[in-house]
């Protein structure tokens, strides 16, 4: 993948969107020192590379009502044949799995998971994961965030 060369336009750019997505795009031009039609290519450039992949909204997942969180660790049976795609399907339509990450080590794979309920989170357990292609699991029960941090840190160095 070719590495995309950011100047300290773009890094300024980005740090602000970051903070906030929804600021208005003249006030961004003025904050970052472009005039707006020069902002406006160089926001149009970051989204067409994909270093923008996206504009989202954070929400507080305790005012949201998901107050169960879990990290997962999933083993796949490696004597089944496509148990691997058969656990990524079942990860990809399982709504309360957030984010899944490829592991090294015993496990296969790493799952953020966000319930509403311990029932909701038991039925994940004791129901969806009970299947053959799965041979593993470990949770580990999220008791508070110590950090969050959902900025990447850009300098211009």
Known sequence: MQEIALDRYD?????????N???????????VGLSSSQCFRRLKRLEDVGIIERYAAVLNREKAGMDV????????????????EKTIQLIEQTPVIYECFSVTGEYDF???????TMKEFNTLVNETFQT???SGLHSYMLMSCIKDAPVLTLSDD
């Open 21 to 31: 997505c929804q600021v208005p795009r003249l006030e961004l031009a003025e904050r």
């Open 69 to 84: 969180s879990v990290a997962m660790m999933v083993q796949y049976r490696k004597s089944e044949v496509n148990a691997r």
């Open 11 to 19: 890094i300024s750019i980005l740090n602000i969107l970051q903070q």
């Open 110 to 116: 790493l799952l953020r998971v966000y319930c509403k």
């Open 132 to 134: 053959s292609f799965i």
